[in-house]
């Protein structure tokens, strides 16, 4: 039967029996003694499986001195205790088929060697083969897996969300646009705007900033839900923080509000990194090894901490006390920049820490007034290492003043009339956040940038692949 490496390295073949294993060459070596050693790796864990193939293998001659890394080949053989470090199990090969050849070995772009992660980025279809985006890939799944998981054990609805979507969410301007209209004779109204009745959704649509406003209208009908799914800015910042396509994770919850979705928050990062060190380990101490010699320690700590919390104005108090100098200067009202969240988390609390009662003039229209007027329900969570990786709020639940802010933020009601529709009927305070994933396996791996940990990044001027 096809065995994966895992199966094999993993035991679950007991020793004399046979099974063959398919996957790619990662590296070959040869004995004098007429045995070559094939490391053989299929993606579903981090080792590869030694095959040891002797030269009775009816094509050693012919085909087996001749694989090279990146060959796709299947193996069978006997499993047997392996002699030699690393690992309990190995195959001795019985037989060697050769799939796929290595066109030029020579001009291999993935040839068995350290790459520079910019190279890799070069290569973003071939990059899966390296160890390291092999390991990203399975911590990014067990993520993922364990996201949801954690989710529907605690009563949530998963909610698609829509791509497609008339209304700005964040208010930013940092929209895609969506249209079929001909670039080259564009219909005009009357007034000289592009007329979009003539489209096909017969307005102007964008590319969704996040799916909260939808998972609101679910949120106040099934209490418990949450959207996870890519989402799309066009801010045009080339940090190793921001990507044009990413993916969010937000939960909204009914009758909650701030704290309760602050703990929320807390409990599902523990969920999630305990499942990394349950799952992953293998993975976890190669980052450790060869990304960032924190990478377990951080995770171990961070579910072995309870979370710091902060109001903002105390935030802006202890940046000032501090006497650091700031590239953006400290003052009440100043939107947190990332040298200003990395020195409350790593500096100041050396924990993941949550800011909370932002200024509302620096957040989002939908962000619940606080009764001092100045400030709003919002949060951000800031993890030491990388700074915001969750953003989040209580929603303004009462109509008048959802009005009042729309319009002081330059929005027009109408525009939002579904939206206000949740305020109008049977209206609750309910909260929610936004966890952007790409951080969060930054976070976990070390990966010093977000275009490492998605598998085709997407920044400006790249969207290649
Ligand atoms: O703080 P943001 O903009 O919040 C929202 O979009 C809310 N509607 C979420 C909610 O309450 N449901 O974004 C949330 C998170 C950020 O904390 C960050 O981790 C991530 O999304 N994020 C990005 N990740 C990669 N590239 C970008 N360009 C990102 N912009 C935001
Ligand atoms: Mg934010």
């Not at 095959?51 to 796709?72: D, F, H, I, K, M």
């Not at 190995?90 to 088929?97: M, P, Y």
């Not at 399975?138 to 791509?163: K, S």
């Not at 935030?315 to 000032?320: G, R, S």
Request: charged share 25%.
């Amino acid at each position: 039967s096809h065995a994966s490496v895992t199966d094999v390295l993993t035991g679950k073949y007991p020793v004399g029996s046979t099974v063959t294993v398919k996957g790619w060459i990662r590296t070959r070596r040869d004995s004098k003694a007429g045995i070559s050693f094939l490391a053989i790796h299929d993606g579903s864990c981090f080792n590869p499986v030694q095959a040891v193939v002797p030269n009775s293998v009816a094509n050693y001659q012919s085909e087996v001195v001749r694989l090279t890394t990146g060959c796709s080949v299947a193996v069978t053989g006997i499993v047997e205790a392996s002699q030699g470090q690393g690992q309990d199990f190995e195959l001795q090969a019985t037989e060697v088929q050769v799939i796929g050849w290595i066109e030029d070995p020579d001009s291999y772009p993935m040839a068995a060697k350290r790459h520079s992660i910019e190279y890799l980025r070069e290569y973003a279809h071939l990059r899966p083969r390296t160890n390291m985006m092999g390991a990203v890939t399975r911590v990014r799944n067990c993520l993922a897996q364990a996201i949801h998981r954690f989710f529907h054990e605690n009563g949530y609805a998963w909610v698609a969300t829509p791509l497609i979507t008339a209304s700005d969410c964040e208010g930013a301007g940092e929209m895609f646009r969506v249209s079929t209209l001909d670039l080259e004779n564009l219909p005009r109204t009357p007034q000289g705007g592009v007329d979009f009745s003539e489209d096909f959704f017969g307005k102007e649509t964008f590319l969704t900033v996040s799916g909260q406003l939808n998972a609101e209208a679910y949120a106040c009908a099934m209490s418990k839900v949450y959207t996870f799914g890519p989402t799309f800015r066009a801010e045009n910042s080339n940090t190793s923080r921001h990507l044009a396509e990413f993916w969010m994770i937000e939960p909204e919850v009914a009758f909650a509000d701030l704290d309760d979705v602050a703990h929320l928050a807390e409990a599902m990062l523990k969920y999630v990194f305990n499942a990394v060190l349950e799952e992953r380990m293998d993975d976890m101490n190669f980052f450790a090894q060869r990304v960032d010699k924190d990478a377990i320690t951080r995770l171990q700590d961070f579910v072995a901490k309870d979370f710091a919390q902060v109001d903002y104005t105390d935030a802006i108090d202890i940046l000032i006390a501090s006497g650091k100098k700031f590239e953006f200067a400290v003052e009440w009202g100043i939107d947190l920049s990332s040298e200003h969240e990395r020195y409350l988390a790593e500096v100041h609390f050396k924990a993941p820490v949550v800011v909370k009662n932002y200024p509302k003039d620096i957040k989002s229209f939908y962000m619940k007034l606080n009764t001092d007027g100045k400030t709003v329900a919002a949060m951000d969570v800031l993890a030491p290492g990388i700074g915001e990786i969750i953003g989040g709020s209580q929603r303004e639940e009462v109509l008048e003043v959802l009005d009042e802010r729309m319009v002081a933020m330059g929005l027009n009601p109408e525009d939002y009339g579904w939206y206000r529709d949740l305020r109008r009927y049977g209206t609750v305070p309910h909260s929610g956040f936004g966890l952007g994933f790409e951080r969060l396996i930054a976070y976990v791996t070390g990966m010093g940038n977000v275009r490492d940990v998605i598998p085709f990044p997407r920044t400006p001027r790249h969207a290649d692949f």
